[in-house]
Each structure stands twice: as C-alpha cells, then as structure tokens.
C-alpha cells in the first residue's frame, strides 16, 4: 500500500494498527474471519471503478462486456456449490438481502414469523426496532426455556394460530444445527413461504457440516463473509419461480448498480469454497467450538444449550458473576476478541447483557486446532476471574500474541 502511504499517511497507519490488532489477537467473533489475499485482491481491484445498473445482458449502460461475464461467472458459481436454481450476488449486504425478499415476496402488512432476536434471531428476522418488524406484521417464535433449543412443535403452533405468509428461519446467536426440513414442513402445512437465513452457516453448510435448505426454503439469503470466508457482501438463492421478483426487488426496488469489486471477490471465495481443503475447514472449525465449549464447561462455565453443533458458543457468565460487556472488555484487554450478547430469557437490558457469544472461523482459519483451543479456555477463565486486573490481563495478552505468532493469518502481511 505505498501509494496509500505517501498520499494518506493517516488512513495508512489506522490500518497498519488494525492489521497488527488482528495479527496478535484470538477472534472470536464469530460473524468475522480472515478473507483470502486472493479475495481481497479482487476486492481492491479496478473493478470498483465501474458502474453497472441492471443484470447480465440487460445494462443501463454500455461497456460491460467483461462485467456481464464476471457476473454471470459468479451467479453460476453460486448456483452450482449450494446446488440452487437461481442466485443473485448483487445484495450490498445481509439485511438487504432480507429486505429484498421480503420486499419481492410478501406484501405490506402480512405476516412474518421469525425467531425473536433475545433467543437468537437477527434483527432483520422481525424483531420491532427494525424496518421487517414495523412495514410488516411481525410474530416471533422463542427457544424452549429449558433446553434452549427450537421447539418444532411450539413452532408449528405459532404458525397455525397466526397464518404467517412468509416464515423466517436461521439465526445469529443459536449454537445448534436448525431443522431445515421441518420448517420447510411447517410452512408448507399452513401456506406461507420459507425464508432461510444462514449467514453466519452458509461456509459449514458446503463443507458438508450443516443441512442445507435449498431443497426446502423458497428463499435463502447469506452473507459472503462470516464461515464463508469472502468479502463484505451478500447473495439471494431461491426457486426459479421467483428469480424475477427477487431480482427486481434487489434492482432497481432496493439498491442502484452492484459492488463490482465486491461481486468478483465473492466469485473468489466461492471458487475457494468449492475445494477439498475448504471441507476439512469447515470441519475443524466445528471442531474447535466443540473443543472450545468442552474446555469452558470443564472451567465452569455455563453454555446456553449446554454446548454447540457448529462455529458458535453463547456463554451466559451469571454463574461467573460477571456480566457480558465487562466479561467482554477484559477478554478485549486480554488479546481475545469476542462480543457481549443476549442469552435466552436474559433478565439483563440488551445494552448491558448476562452473556457471550463466541466462534472460531476465525481462528481455525489461522490454523489452530483443539490444544489451541483449551488454551484459549484457560486464558478466558483466568481474564474473567481478574477482570479489572489489569497487570493480569496485560500478561494474558502477551501470552496470546506470543501463540498467535505462530498462526500466520491468511490476507495479512504480517509473518
């Protein structure tokens, strides 16, 4: 970046600090991960000097013959690895994505019925501060209260009391696999459509790790990030009898002309994720959560659910007397980046919550297996338990940027 060096020496040094932050720290967000040095190539490309409203062959502007292939490239890319009849890449990002379904699908004023986002749904799901919760009808379905998994039953109930026309299914904080089938039987017994949200399993799902529900839902929408492992965008997959009606929703109903840039380096990742070592991938990243939430188990801790089937891990640190943000900020301290969060039937404010939420795309993209991950548990026991400490956490960050030295991150420039 040496043209970006002489010219905003300012913009410069923030992300050399960033690139140093992520290079000597454990994330454990599990919406973030290390994007390939080939797709961030595409993403800095030339390509985001053009403009190119409309589809493949139907442009509102000239020269776009290289863009119309690069598009249509990615679009087959897509269809073919989550075995989809129609895809499109253009969305800016996850809750557009959403927002274009709905917006193609249901009309104003019908019913939608998501997962509530206090039991792991996403804003974007319904819940009442978002756009989805106040243009359209919005119920919520909830987590058992005991077990805090899906009830299929309770579910199923829901539905045949409120006659939704389109159901949501997917989640941003929900550590166990989702039965795609049996919402797909549930939407099917009482009318509505099937929206399947898998932003944040979208990479475990075609590496083998998750059911897909393609074969079930009318829609799915994702992300391009997260497991994924590409860039900061989004995709629609859904029936081809809804390809015009997505499409149009997506252009010119939601947005202007697409991210080039951004489309090509999806195109990348999706090469990347069609490949055997991308399997093995998605296979220790669940792995290591189950590594992971054993070993803070074994420490005391209390995993809602009681552990995970995926990449995630939420953490309810009652037990530990600690709330989430200030668990949060000395793991933060600590050199171990995670986010405080909700957990089912929280009795804390969303602002300031009981829990945790933890993943390991992330860190399994850097290589490290299970004995990293028990590490990390010990770390994160001993951060919480001196919270406030901050000589404490000061060593504890020496110690994980001195394991992270060992785990060279895939797109930095740091060895």
Aim: hydrophobic content about 40%.
């Amino acid at each position: 970046m040496e043209e970006l060096r002489k010219s905003d020496p300012e913009i410069y040094d923030l992300i050399g600090k960033e690139e140093r932050y992520e290079f000597d720290s454990v994330r454990l967000i599990p919406s973030e991960n290390y994007a390939s040095a080939a797709v961030l190539e595409a993403t800095g490309s030339i390509l985001t000097n053009k403009y190119s409203e409309g589809y493949p062959g139907r442009r509102y502007y000239e020269g776009q013959r290289y863009i119309d292939t690069l598009e249509s490239l990615v679009i087959d890319r897509a269809k073919a690895l989550f075995g989809a009849e129609h895809a499109n890449v253009q969305p800016y990002s996850g809750s557009p994505a959403n927002l274009a379904v709905y917006f193609g699908l249901v009309k104003p004023g019908d019913t939608i019925m998501g997962m509530a986002l206090p039991m792991g749904g996403h804003l974007t799901h319904g819940w009442n501060v978002s756009i989805t919760g106040t243009f359209w009808r919005s119920v919520q379905y909830n987590v058992d209260r005991e077990t805090h998994r899906i009830d299929y039953d309770a579910v199923r109930d829901l539905a045949r009391r409120e006659r939704p026309r389109m159901i949501v299914c997917g989640a941003t904080a929900y550590p166990r696999k989702i039965d795609f089938k049996a919402f797909g039987e549930i939407a099917k017994e009482v009318g509505a459509l099937l929206l399947a949200d898998i932003a944040h399993i979208a990479g475990l799902i075609v590496g083998g790790q998750h059911p897909s529900p393609v074969p079930y839902a009318d829609a799915v929408t994702t992300t391009t990030h997260k497991t994924l492992r590409g860039p900061r965008g989004a995709m629609i997959l859904c029936r081809g009898e809804h390809a015009d009606a997505i499409d149009k929703a997506v252009f010119p109903g939601l947005q202007g002309g697409p991210h080039n840039h951004t489309t090509a380096a999806i195109g990348v990742a999706l090469k990347e994720a069609a490949t055997p070592e991308f399997r093995d991938y998605a296979a220790q990243i669940v792995r290591n959560a189950k590594a992971l939430a054993e070993e803070l188990l074994a420490r005391g801790f209390s995993l809602v659910s009681g552990g995970t089937d995926n990449h995630l891990i939420l953490v309810d640190l009652t037990s530990k007397k600690v709330i989430g943000k200030k668990g949060a900020k000395a793991l933060d301290a600590a050199g171990i980046v995670c986010n405080y969060n909700t957990v089912p039937y929280d009795p804390r404010k969303p602002f300031s919550p009981s829990g945790l939420r933890l993943g390991t795309p992330a860190v399994t993209s850097r290589g490290m297996r299970e004995p990293e991950m028990k590490q990390i548990a010990k770390w994160m026991d001993e951060a919480i338990a001196q919270a406030g400490d901050e000589a404490a956490l000061k060593r504890i960050s020496g110690e994980v940027a001195e394991m992270c030295h060992h785990f060279p991150a895939p797109g930095l420039s740091i060895r």
